[in-house]
């Protein structure tokens, strides 16, 4: 067989190998991230679109990949006829999204929230912001177990996000410095959150170690005057830095 024949026919291999990866190419879609925070309600759990396997629990949240610039629907495990969020908002490749779920009854309130959310702390501190979804509360007023007298955050109305706010979480914790105490404008104290020093089944992405030099949300839930069963009034809390 003559060198020209040869590289011919070597040609000829390469050529067809290309043409082969190319039609075994997959094009990736672009993804964002949504944090779907269930707080309906009497909601249950919630799953988006046509994911089969996972939902965010009631009083809870998860983490979901979605594509950018297609619908988004949120509706209740138990009745997929009840959506409580069914929208195409604008997102973009790459973006961190909220969508908190209000409301009560069939009157439904999500809230989209396009993130930005500050980075790794360098030092030894947490990131917290409170948000208000329980939807018959008044305003309401945040303080620390450690400084009872003073509004860490003040006046936090229904729907209401506020701002990160850093404290400081070094190794040595002082006492009630991680207790967050949820009070209304007489300072009647009305719930409390502390993180924990392990995490735990429910909220397993949360403790002292994994949310130092991060961020975290303390979500206010249920009803006021509630003091019992899964819609009495409280709070939870959400991962905020991954």
Request: proline share 5%.
């Amino acid at each position: 067989m003559s060198n020209l024949i040869k590289l011919s026919l070597a040609v000829l291999v390469l050529l067809a190998g290309l043409g082969s990866c190319k039609k075994s190419e997959v094009k990736a879609e672009p993804l964002a991230s949504l944090n779907v925070i269930a707080a309906v309600i009497g909601g249950g759990n919630v799953k988006l679109n046509t994911n089969v396997r996972d939902s965010a629990k009631a009083y809870n949240a998860k983490v979901f990949g979605i594509v950018p610039g297609k619908e988004i629907k949120l509706y209740r495990v138990s009745n997929p006829t009840v959506n409580y969020y069914k929208e195409t908002p604008v997102t973009e490749n790459g973006g961190l999204y909220s969508v908190f779920l209000a409301g009560q009854g069939s009157a439904f309130e999500p809230i989209f929230k396009k993130e930005s959310i500050p980075a790794f702390y360098k030092d030894s501190i947490i990131g917290v912001r409170i948000v208000n979804l329980s939807p018959n509360s008044t305003a309401l007023n945040v303080t620390r177990a450690s400084a009872t007298s003073t509004n860490a955050f003040a006046g936090v109305t229904y729907k209401q996000i506020t701002d990160f706010v850093t404290f400081p979480l070094k190794t040595v914790i002082p006492t009630g410095s991680v207790s967050f105490q949820i009070r209304n404008a007489a300072g009647t104290l009305l719930a409390t959150y502390t993180l924990p020093t392990s995490a735990n089944s429910n909220y397993p992405g949360i403790s002292i170690a994994l949310q130092r030099f991060k961020n975290i949300s303390i979500v206010i839930k249920g009803l006021m005057g509630t003091t019992t069963g899964p819609d009495a009034f409280g709070v939870f809390p959400v991962v905020t830095t991954y």
